[in-house]
Each structure stands twice: as C-alpha cells, then as structure tokens.
C-alpha cells in the first residue's frame, strides 16, 4: 500500500549494503528533494553506508546538487552508471579509487532494468562489443579497485554478444508530477518520462522499495489511466516536493514547450552563424544528410547540424531524436540536454534505446575526442578526467551511417576562412588524432565488421573509415596536406589516389545551399 510520507521518514527504509537505483537524465528530472534528505541523513547519523548507485545518466549539475548528496566519505561502496560528466566530485572519487565503478552504455542499463523487472539473469546485446565494455579489454570497470566481472561474452548461432548480468534494486528513487493517494504517478509537466517505469518495476519485483518525488497529490480516482506512467501496485512511497526542488531540470523550473503543452514559436529570423571552424565542420557533415533521416546529435559541434540544415533549406528532411526520449522537434543543448521543443512524441529511454539498439537510427552525428589510425573514437576517459561513455555507443554501434565532428588539433586553434578557402593562422597545441586512443568508445574494427559508414569531419580534412584504417579523402582548398593535415595528426593516414578538394561553398560567408545536395 502507498504511504504518503515526510522525505525524512521515506529514506529511512534505505539500508547500510543496499543498491540504490536513481532515475532521470543527467539534470532533467531529478528526485532533488529526495536525494538531498538522503545525503542529510547520512552526514547526521553515519548511514545508509557502503551503497551501491545504479544510475544509467548523470543526476547532477555540476554545482552539487544530485548525486553529489551522496557523496560523502564511506556512503557509496560502488557506483554502475553510462556518464559521470554532471557529479565530478563523484567521478573523482572512482578516478582515487576510492569507489568501486562500471561504465556501461546508457541503453544496455535501461535494458537490464527491464530485463531485471522480467525475472531474467541479465540482457544479451550486441552494444558494446569491441569496445573497453567488452570482457575482452575492461568490461567496464571503470577503475583498478573494481575486480568483479559483470559482463561475459557469449556466442548464440555463431555471432558474438555480451551477457550483462542482472542487478537487483532494493530501493528505487524516481520522479513525477501528481499522485492520486493509491500511488499512480504521472508526468504531464515532466520533461520525460526516461526510465521511470523500468526502474520502478526492476526494484519492486526485486522485492524492494520505490519511493516517488512529486509535485503534487491528488485524490484516488482523479487520474485519468492513459495518464499513469507508473502504476501505483509499484509504489510504496510518496513525497511531496516543494517547488524548489523540483525544477524541471537544474537550469529551468518549469517549461512548458519541454513538456509539450506548448508549441514554442520557431524564429524564422534567426542570427547566420559565424564562420568559424565549428560552423565549417556543422556545414560538411550536414552535406552527409540523406532525405528523411532519423538522426541522432551530440553535445558541441553536431548540435550546429540542424542549424546548418535550416540555413541551407533542407531542415524538413530530418527528424531529430535523443536518446532520453524525444522524437522530432528540436533538441536542447546545454544544462537541459534530453530535453526537446515541438517534438512529435516522447517515449521511454528504455523504449528509445530499442529502436536505436533495432537499428531505427538513419544517422549519428558525435563528436571526437581522441580518434586513431584505425577509426577507432575515444570519448569517455582521458586521464584524470572519467565522463563516461553515456548513449555514445548505443548510437555509433547502431546507425546506419555515423559522422564524427571535430577539429583536427584543439587548445589554441585558430583559423582564418573565406573566399572559398582555409588558412591556418595557429596550431593547436594538441592533436586529436593520436597513436593510439586511451579508451576504445567507438570500435573502428567492430564497424568495419558489419560494413557500417563511417565520416570523420575536420575543419580542414575529411576522412573515411577503410578495412585498411582511416583514409584521408577530402582537404580544404588552401591547405597543404603534408603540412597542414598529416604533420599535426599522430600518425600518417592513408591518402585516397583521388584525394577531393572539399567544397569552396564550406567557407563563404553566404549559408551552404544543401538543397541539392541531399
């Protein structure tokens, strides 16, 4: 039966060794109140101590707020999640050693939640084979203190797969916006529904806890049932959340547009972008677009994509989608990533990373932190610093096509563009096209095995992924290719025979007209 109960009285359910899962996506959606009356407990009375956080995004601000409650010395034992970049404080704790961790695609978490609710051992996929998931090289351990293997490798009719072992939730903290007193929760003023629902079912016949942050509570019967999102025979507690901690994501409390009760106005008259490496680079991958794509974008670089399509009058032949959910309108970028405008329909993570992982998805476009001579991409370690891999791998395993986006060096870059050509005016002191990456988050040998596309677009070079490794088949008109493509990078490309000028109209101060070339 579902209690409606004080924050304080809700937590104290959580026990010292239990397994904690956390619902929303990275700052949209987070159970704020409830994890903030977590960390207080702890700081007052030394417990629950030695947790373990089951949290497929990143439920932080960088400002600490989110999981970055929990973190408290001897709180947290381990921590099995997609992405770190939003709770630093948490990821420098995994980098010291001093919790244990496992980084595992966002879709293949979303799935073993599910698969978790199901009764089944663990979810078989393809993700992440060839990567640092696989057994084979990390299998995800995300640091030297994690020694217990999660993930296996298994053969089914001959094809390779990764087993991931199932993990019981005992307490399960997720958000809404209304319960009725038996419990059932909606979502109309969220901004997504994300994996709620899984992460709620995966605790409750794992026989544990869901506790629900809401908005508000309403009396039983005054739900309409196509409205409930989560049933309330999942829920055994509810908590009412005051507005301040329950803003829609960390950067705004409530928009309207994010939730769909809105249209938001589209700006016909929007500002041309500058002409800078970034809007080169958005130009020459928007020129890889394919009538009536279903595309996938990343943070940086790629959110130009759809800015560039717009310019060059071609918008109408894409459909936007984020992995949190949103499929069609535009995305957001910034604090609020995963949220969308004017999109068309919202569905689960969980239900989104399906029809990614099915193959649904046209086209990715990423960026490039690091790639090497043989396509492979790393995005998700560097060092000190542990982000994460977060839905990276899910969309650049499954695409039909993939177009990574990034400068050729960085950390001092500048360019001079115009005329129809590039010049290079300072170096970047560091090159992103190393020996070898650090991390495998993007497998060029496992995309040559299946025979998928791959583009890797510069401000001043394009390259394309062979069974041979990366070959350079495209430089800027003013650029010396020995000097200007192969002298910065980490190793020496293959150079096509019939090496192409990229195209003059890429760097001009008019919009790229894409209507022909889609």
Known sequence: MTVRQSRDAAVECIDDG????????????????????????????????????????????????????????????????????????????????????YNLPFGAMDHMLRDTAAGKPGTISHVGLGTFVD??????????????????????????????????????IIRGTTADENGNITTEREALDSNVLAMAQAAHNSDGTVIAQVERVTESGTLTARDVVVPGVLVDSVVEAPPSHHQQTYAEDYNPAYSGEIKQPTDDDLEPLPLDERTIIARRAAMELEPDSVINLGVGVPELVPVVAAEGGVDDEITQTVESGPVGGAASGGISFGTAVNHEALVSSTQQFDFYDGGGLDMGFLGMAQADAMGNINVSRFGSQLPGCGGFINITQNAEKVVFCGTLTTDGLEIEAGGGELSIESEGSSTKFVDSVEQITFSGEYAVEIDQPIVYVTERAVFELTPEGLELTEVAPGIDVEADVIGPMGFEPIVADDLAEMSPALFADESLDLTDAI
Not at 18 to 28: K, L, M, Q, W, Y
Not at 58 to 75: K, T
Not at 95 to 101: G, H, L, P, S
């Open 135 to 172: 057994p084979r090289q990390d299998g995800g351990k995300a640091n030297d203190i994690t020694d217990e293997d999660i993930i296996e490798l298994m053969t089914v009719d001959g094809e390779e797969y990764l087993f991931y072992q199932s993990v019981p939730i005992d307490v399960a």
């Open 18 to 101: 239990d397994t904690v899962g956390i619902g929303g996506f990275v700052a949209v959606g987070i159970p704020e109140y409830v994890l903030e009356a977590l960390g207080e407990r702890y700081a007052e009375t030394g417990h629950p101590r030695d947790l373990t956080l089951y949290h497929p995004a990143a439920e932080g601000d960088r400002q600490g707020n989110g999981l970055s409650h929990l973190v408290q010395d001897g709180m947290l034992e381990c921590t099995i999640a997609s992405h770190w970049g939003f709770t630093p404080d948490l990821m420098e704790k995994i980098v010291d050693n001093e919790i244990k961790a």
